[in-house]
T-cell receptor, first 115, second 112 residues
Framework: GEDVEQSLFLSVREGDSSVINCTYT??????LYWYKQEPGAGLQLLTY?????DMKQDQRLTVLLNKKDKHLSLRIADTQTGDSAIYFC???????????????FGQGTELSVKP | DGGITQSPKYLFRKEGQNVTLSCEQNLNHDAMYWYRQDPGQGLRLIYYSQIVNDFQKGDIAEGYSVSREKKESFPLTVTSAQKNPTAFYLC???????????FGPGTRLTVT
């Protein structure tokens, strides 16, 4: 079945790097996404990686994908207090031809950045 | 500015009442989605619609209903049949045929 797993909490010091990990189960996933949710708000799309890529870098964000192990990670360099939020990974699956896919979300990792 | 709006931000209802949550988008997206979020859990898909006048059940549709009469609007009704309706509800939209979903700010529903 489809399942996405994340650890629930991560605490880092300001200026350190944060690494948020995610495992997924559906090997046919086309895209994998990272979303950020600040308290009481909707989800903001941070970045995504296509399943045939190993790595994608976007300013302070680096996404690594190990397709063999079905493991995805998000690294935030020079973490700031404004990065404190819940981070969700999501895999896309497409059970229907020519239709938009379903996103399966992990439980979210709450990142706490201490000054 | 293009975006997705959900109203109201907070909603309170008595048990046994139906309540409708609004979702409007001006992104010209064909597809729209409703999710439910509970503490410590990921988002769970309630209903989605790929095109006007068509919608499908998601993973937890029981006790909910939707309509899609206009491209811009996808209201969700939480009926009295929903056993545990208190939650944070998120609406999203995407270009049809893609997975990149954009989210609204959410509505927190409390039923007592």
């Amino acid at each position: 079945g489809e399942d996405v797993e994340q650890s629930l909490f991560l605490s880092v010091r300001e200026g350190d790097s944060s690494v948020i990990n995610c495992t997924y189960t559906d090997s046919s996933s086309t895209y994998l996404y990272w979303y950020k949710q600040e308290p009481g708000a909707g989800l903001q799309l941070l970045t995504y990686i296509f399943s045939n890529m190993d790595m994608k870098q976007d300013q302070r964000l680096t996404v690594l994908l190990n397709k063999k192990d079905k493991h995805l990670s998000l690294r935030i360099a020079d973490t700031q207090t404004g990065d404190s939020a819940i981070y969700f990974c999501a895999e896309s699956i497409r059970p229907w031809v020519n239709q938009g896919g379903k996103l399966i979300f992990g439980q979210g990792t709450e990142l706490s950045v201490k000054p | 500015d293009g975006g997705i709006t959900q109203s109201p931000k907070y909603l309170f209802r008595k048990e046994g009442q139906n309540v409708t949550l609004s979702c409007e988008q001006n992104l010209n997206h064909d597809a729209m989605y409703w999710y439910r979020q509970d503490p410590g859990q990921g988002l769970r898909l309630i209903y989605y619609s790929q095109i006007v006048n068509d919608f499908q059940k998601g993973d937890i549709a029981e006790g909910y209903s939707v309509s899609r009469e206009k491209k811009e609007s996808f209201p969700l009704t939480v009926t009295s049949a929903q056993k545990n309706p208190t939650a944070f509800y998120l609406c999203a939209s995407s270009i049809r045929g893609t997975d990149e979903q954009y989210f609204g700010p959410g509505t927190r529903l409390t039923v007592t």
